[in-house]
């Protein structure tokens, strides 16, 4: 038989526990520098595609801006062409451009009394 008391038996177990808690609050703080390195990483992520959406957002924004205003030069370039159509038709035609005026004036008048 060894010469070992119950004393010694619990100091060794003691330390055996001292160290196993020890191990384990270790590997406890990694894992939170883990979890805290994951956290950034998608806050990252997310910054990143927030920027891409809002990139997207301002790019779709402008397009639609700039197809309108192309749009208004083309409508407005139309009108002024139809404009100056119907001004050289009265030019060329006074009293009959007259006599659909009042014919229109007439029919507008009968249809909203």
Not at 39 to 53: H, P, Q, W
């Amino acid at each position: 038989m060894s010469d070992s008391t119950p004393s010694d038996f619990s100091q060794s177990g003691n330390a055996e526990a001292r160290k196993a808690e020890g191990d384990l609050e270790s590997q406890v703080a990694q894992l939170r520098e883990d979890v805290a390195q994951v956290v950034e990483t998608l806050k990252t992520i997310a910054n990143g595609r927030a920027d891409d959406a809002r990139s997207q957002a301002f790019a779709i924004r402008d397009e639609v801006r700039d197809r309108g205003e192309r749009y208004l030069r083309q409508a407005q370039e139309t009108a002024g062409e139809f404009e100056e159509q119907i001004t050289e038709r009265v030019r060329a035609e006074p009293i009959k451009s007259v006599l659909i005026a009042a014919a229109v004036g007439y029919v507008y008048a009968r249809l909203f009394r």
